[in-house]
């Protein structure tokens, strides 16, 4: 059993930079690679980003690719998603997640979710 935590959402405005956090309890946080998923208003809920167990390999979705980062610290048990640039389509609830199948695209093969941080960004 994994509980995840989010948090650091806030209203920003457009261009501007938000860091997420996803703090972990449990002592199997490292054996899980990590990801980042959101819903808009209206939305299905969408992959964003995830990182595999050692922080040495990720992925992204297209529409966040190079201005979102994830990191973790396995240390810590948290998890980061660094968001600069950011759009008003980028509103939307971020919820992280563990999978135990690696770093996965597809919402299915996530386990355990956060209860999600909202993020605002206004144009």
């Known amino acids: 059993q994994v509980q995840l935590v989010e948090s650091g959402g806030g209203l920003v405005q457009a261009g501007g930079s938000l860091r997420l956090s996803c703090a972990a309890s449990?002592?199997?946080?490292?054996?899980?690679?990590m990801g980042w998923i959101r819903q808009a208003p209206g939305k299905e809920r969408e992959f964003v980003a995830a990182i595999n167990w050692s922080g040495n390999s990720d992925i992204y979705a297209d529409s966040v690719k190079g201005r979102f980062t994830i990191s973790r610290n396995n240390v810590k048990n948290t998890v980061f998603l660094q968001m600069n640039s950011l759009r008003p389509e980028d509103t939307a609830v971020y919820y992280c997640?563990?999978?135990?199948?690696?770093?996965?695209?597809?919402?299915?093969?996530?386990?355990?979710w956060g209860q999600g941080t909202q993020v605002t960004v206004s144009s």
């Open positions: 449990g002592r199997t946080f490292s054996s899980y690679a």
């Open positions: 997640a563990t999978s135990s199948r690696g770093i996965r695209y597809s919402l299915s093969d996530y386990d355990y």
